[in-house]
């Protein structure tokens, strides 16, 4: 019963009537799509951690005042700033960046590589001697 069939195996496969498919466009029928548009997004977002905005004291207040105001103009700094959430209020994250501060006093902002950020939110500060420009 085994062997009744052994005709078909030992039988040469039939060639094709369609022109082979280049490797390139073959490749492309298996490439990865994204069936839900957004999931990976969010699901990346939902990997965040959020933390809660640390309460400075007024010494830190004080030193973190004193150490903007003494900043010379084109020194270029490192800070850490407090961004908060739009989806998770009361919490957000602790981000560096790095450039040369515009101050804006009678705001209390500071604006530094594109972006502006309160005073009130700014963690730490370090001056990056090697990129100062004149």
Do not use: C
Not at 111 to 118: K, P, V
Request: glycine share 4%.
């Amino acid at each position: 019963m085994i062997y009744e069939r052994k005709d078909m195996l030992l039988m040469k496969r039939p060639p094709s009537k369609r022109l082979p498919m280049d490797r390139k466009r073959r490749a492309k029928q298996f490439a990865p799509f994204q069936a839900l548009k957004g999931f990976a997004h969010s699901i990346s977002e939902t990997e965040t951690l959020y933390v809660e905005k640390k309460k400075q004291s007024d010494a830190v207040r004080l030193e973190m005042d004193r150490m903007i105001k003494a900043l010379p103009d084109g020194m270029a700094v490192t800070i850490v700033f407090f961004q908060k959430s739009e989806k998770h209020p009361g919490l957000g994250m602790y981000l560096p960046v790095t450039g040369v501060p515009k101050i804006i006093e009678h705001e209390k902002m500071m604006e530094i590589a594109g972006l502006r950020i309160s005073i009130d939110d700014i963690a730490e500060i370090e001056r990056d001697e090697e990129f100062h420009s004149s």
